[in-house]
């Protein structure tokens, strides 16, 4: 499949503070892939933070890829029967959605689009950003990297002096990594210094 013709859901779950690596990441996903449609969870589609309102990533978003985001559990249920992607990104992927991910918890746009997605059997590329990543939420991320069909962006620590637990995946290895999980094949080095 050449890549002009993936089709790439992109997804933002609520690490704020990464939301303009994530949606520089979108503008390039968009560059190489033809059709890219936007996801937002519930949070991220309205929470004003100091990183940005939600209205200005919202339209940021559909000037990129020409799309209005989905927002809502019943707008993503049907990227599953409708087949409408060839592989979903999630980035960020904070530790909350990593844990409901985890464990088969689909209470949220995001995670309603990920189960939904994967029936088809079709790559699940996630970009960790949490404060707890080599915590609690190591756990999941283990979990998560041994499943079929998940591939994970290459991450590190992004500041071991002052969170020493926290873990960012590098946004701008997005592409690559949904490349590789096309081609059904986890990204290498994994984990970044």
Do not use: W
Not at 34 to 39: E, F, S, T, Y
Not at 49 to 77: D, K, M, N, W, Y
Not at 137 to 157: A, E, H
Not at 158 to 179: C, G, H, R, W, Y
């Amino acid at each position: 499949m050449k890549a002009e013709d993936i089709r790439v859901g992109f997804g933002l779950t609520g690490s704020y503070c990464t939301f303009s690596k994530a949606l520089k990441a979108v503008e390039e996903v968009k560059k190489q892939f033809g059709v890219v449609l936007p996801i937002l969870s519930e949070n991220s589609a309205c929470t004003d933070t100091r990183f940005g309102t939600a209205e200005s990533h919202r339209v940021q978003l559909e000037r990129v890829c020409g799309r209005t985001p989905i927002t809502t559990i019943q707008q993503a249920e049907p990227i599953g029967p409708k087949q409408l992607l060839d592989v979903l990104v999630i980035a960020p992927c904070t530790g909350n959605t990593l844990g409901k991910l985890a464990n088969g918890i689909t209470d949220t746009t995001i995670t309603m689009a990920a189960k939904a997605h994967l029936r088809n059997g079709r790559p699940l590329v996630l970009a960790v950003s949490t404060n707890d990543g080599l915590a609690v939420s190591l756990r999941n991320i283990g979990d998560l990297s041994m499943r079929k069909n998940i591939y994970l962006v290459p991450f590190g620590q992004d500041d071991p002096e002052n969170k020493p637990t926290s873990l960012v995946a590098d946004m701008t290895l997005i592409p690559q990594t949904i490349e590789a999980a096309m081609e059904g094949r986890q990204l290498q080095p994994l984990l970044l210094r």
